[in-house]
């Protein structure tokens, strides 16, 4: 049976309740240190290690093997003015996001 398609403020509403949820598991500042220390925030910025992992683990949980396409989009739903595109999203997955990972 197909998956019912979700809104955008559907999304938006999951996507608050599963940050929620991954953070009670994983706490945010640490979460945060760890992105610091693996290398995979450097500086200020929007795309915080937290805000990825819990999209990402939101992705999979919903796409199964998200494209970078469906990651980008609930990214934006997330934080508007991310105005995050495919290409950088696709260069910030690298050794460092698989290491903080």
Avoid: C, W
């Avoid at 290398?39 to 939101?58: A, C, I, N, Q």
């Avoid at 997330?78 to 950088?88: A, Y």
């Amino acid at each position: 049976m197909p998956r019912k398609k979700r809104t955008a403020l559907e999304l938006q509403a999951e996507i608050a309740q599963f940050t929620q949820q991954v953070s009670r598991f994983f706490n945010e500042h640490l979460t945060e240190e760890l992105a610091r220390e693996t290398g995979f925030v450097e500086r200020e910025s929007k795309l915080t290690g937290h805000l990825f992992l819990s999209v990402f683990t939101f992705g999979m949980s919903i796409y199964g093997t998200p494209s970078l396409n469906e990651l980008v989009g609930l990214l934006n739903l997330v934080v508007p003015q991310l105005d995050l595109t495919r290409q950088s999203l696709h260069e910030r997955i690298n050794e460092e996001a698989v290491t903080f990972l």
